[in-house]
């Protein structure tokens, strides 16, 4: 079983388009994250939801809009799609409540990678 | 704001042989979490190991282990037996041990060749 699954793998769409990529965990885990990696490599988060609830919101245009519709699910809709978004976007989550031991290890899905053409 | 710094973009072993990977991280925080992801040419993000900056006690993963040194805020990671499955981008990473302030730092990688 997946623990973290992101859908689609690939996408391809034309300037302008509006897309969504969505996140699923079956870890039970209470946060959820979406980092953008870009062309050389680097990570950055973007989102980071708890319990449905935003809790960090980097410094990315308005026009990512993550929605949460529960624990489980975090997914990610870009409107307005440009050049520069293309990249390959990570979905992760953690447990942050519990025993110290388990918490902070975050689990990654396999990516989305977007080319906006 | 924390930064981590891995300042080898390429490295490369031979297979069998040992490795080290150097990152280094700014932090003025006492409790935090350390952690190194391996990135294979699959894309999957993948722990490879983590450390709490609480213990002292470097840890260690089968053939990984770290070299945590606190004062000088230095994580490497060691690679020992080096097999052609290791090769791979891998990214050093940090996190505050503070509930309610979640985000991850990464570093910006060190690609690991293995040459047989």
């Known amino acids: 079983d997946t623990a973290v699954s992101q859908t689609p793998k690939y996408l391809v769409t034309q300037m302008g388009n509006d897309k969504s990529i969505k996140c699923e965990q079956n870890l039970g885990h209470d946060t959820m994250y979406w980092y953008k990696q870009d062309s050389k490599k680097f990570l950055k988060i973007m989102f980071s939801y708890n319990n449905k609830e935003l809790i960090i919101n980097e410094t990315v245009p308005n026009r990512f809009s993550p929605k949460s519709p529960d624990k489980a699910h975090l997914n990610l809709h870009i409107n307005s799609l440009e050049l520069g978004d293309s990249a390959v976007y990570f979905c992760?989550?953690?447990?942050?409540?519990?025993?110290?031991?388990?918490?902070?290890?975050?689990?990654f899905g396999a990516g989305t990678r977007l080319s906006v053409l | 704001a924390q930064t981590v710094t891995q300042s080898q973009p390429e490295m490369s072993v031979q297979e069998a042989e040992t490795v080290t990977l150097s990152c280094t991280y700014d932090t003025s925080e006492s409790d935090y979490y350390l952690f190194w992801y391996k990135q294979p040419p699959s894309r999957q993000m993948i722990l490879v190991i983590r450390q709490e900056a609480y213990k002292q006690q470097n840890a260690t993963e089968n053939r990984f282990s770290v070299n945590f040194q606190k004062a000088a805020k230095s994580f490497s990671l060691k690679i020992s037996d080096s097999q052609l499955g290791d090769a791979a981008m891998y990214f050093c990473a940090y996190r505050r041990s503070r509930y309610n302030n979640n985000d991850m730092r990464f570093g910006a990688g060190t690609r690991l060749t293995v040459k047989p």
């Open positions: 992760a989550s953690s447990q942050d409540r519990g025993i110290r031991g388990a918490k902070n290890i975050q689990y």
